[in-house]
């Protein structure tokens, strides 16, 4: 197959396009030409990729592209920010693609679009969407568009939401519980009994290759995860393990630790902390007979120590 990548060069990308260059013909769009990889990675360069006139005959198209969270957001309307890359430009490129009779649009959406929070059951694809952050609203309504836009046509939509991606070398806020997890300073997990799905580099990467072959892929919507959820506790024990260190735990009542994150405006910290985001796998289990290469338990010490392995 010929499969096309935006976001190639991004953390997951990266990853992506060493493993589907292996299978497939690999076509990689990006703003400036990358001398480190293989010459047989055909690069397109375009200012805005959005609007790149890509090649003929491509079979697949992975969408991974997009404006993703902005830790010290400095516009004054981010929705609309959001919307000018997640929406606006992937429909530019979705029309291309249906104008150029792509077989396959796979598109990288999040488990923000379901929420932010499970309380009794989790997330599963025919749950009613509910995002609540700007990032998650500009999604949702890709997800919409999208499935409007290919409505009727030869052209397959699959989307894809994962919860956070993690490895060693992940941005944002893993790279910085890694930072904390590799101090010997005591964490405050000791009563933390949530349930928090995540999905390991590996695993993501491996089911998007599921999803460019599997027939029954077809204008589907899949929630991936690793397989099994763990507590922050439980985390931060997967990773201390894996760098050789033992873990420290103290207890503060979790209602203190919320009044405290919020007097302080981090509340949406203390909910990625101590709240649960628990995700089912059940379809993608059952429609592509797929399950993650790696457990929970596996990849977390394999970051822990390649994090270790990075800062020597």
């Known amino acids: 197959m010929r499969v096309l990548i935006t ?15 292996i299978l497939h013909e690999t076509i990689i769009l990006v703003r400036t030409e990358n001398s480190g990889l293989p010459s047989k990675i055909q690069q397109l360069v375009a200012k805005n990729i959005f609007e790149a006139d890509f090649p003929e005959n491509i079979d697949v198209i992975i969408h991974l592209a997009g404006r993703a969270h902005i830790l010290n957001e400095q516009t004054t309307d981010p929705l609309s920010e959001f919307r000018k890359v997640n929406v606006e430009g992937t429909l530019q490129l979705a029309r291309q693609a249906l104008d150029k009779k792509v077989k396959r649009f796979i598109f990288m959406s999040s488990i923000g679009v379901n929420g932010s929070v499970t309380l009794q059951q989790p997330f599963t694809e ?76 590996e695993n993501l990467v491996d089911f998007i290759q599921t999803c460019i072959e599997h027939p029954n892929a077809a204008n589907q919507t ?74 929970t338990q596996q990849a977390m010490l394999q970051a822990g120590q390649n994090y270790l392995k990075m800062k020597e």
């Open 126 to 201: 025919d749950a009613l969407a509910q995002p609540h952050a700007d990032y998650a609203v500009s999604k949702s309504e890709a997800e919409q568009e999208l499935k409007k836009l290919f409505a009727g046509s030869a052209t397959e939509l699959v989307i894809i939401r994962p919860p956070l991606v993690y490895a060693a070398h992940a941005p944002g806020n893993f790279a910085r519980l890694l930072k904390l997890v590799a101090s010997n300073l005591p964490l405050p997990f000791a009563g933390t009994n949530n349930k928090r799905s995540f999905v390991a580099l």
């Open 222 to 295: 899949f929630l991936v995860a690793d397989q099994t959820p763990i507590s922050t506790r439980e985390l931060v024990q997967y990773l201390k393990q894996g760098m050789g260190k033992k873990a420290h735990f103290i207890y503060i009542p979790q209602p203190l630790m919320k009044l405290g994150a919020a007097c302080i405006g981090k509340s949406k910290l203390y909910e990625q902390l101590f709240e649960s985001l628990e995700v089912d796998t059940t379809k993608a289990q059952k429609l592509l007979g797929w399950t993650a290469p790696l457990s």
């Open 7 to 21: 976001g190639a060069t991004g953390f997951v990308g990266a990853a992506l396009v060493q493993k589907v260059n």
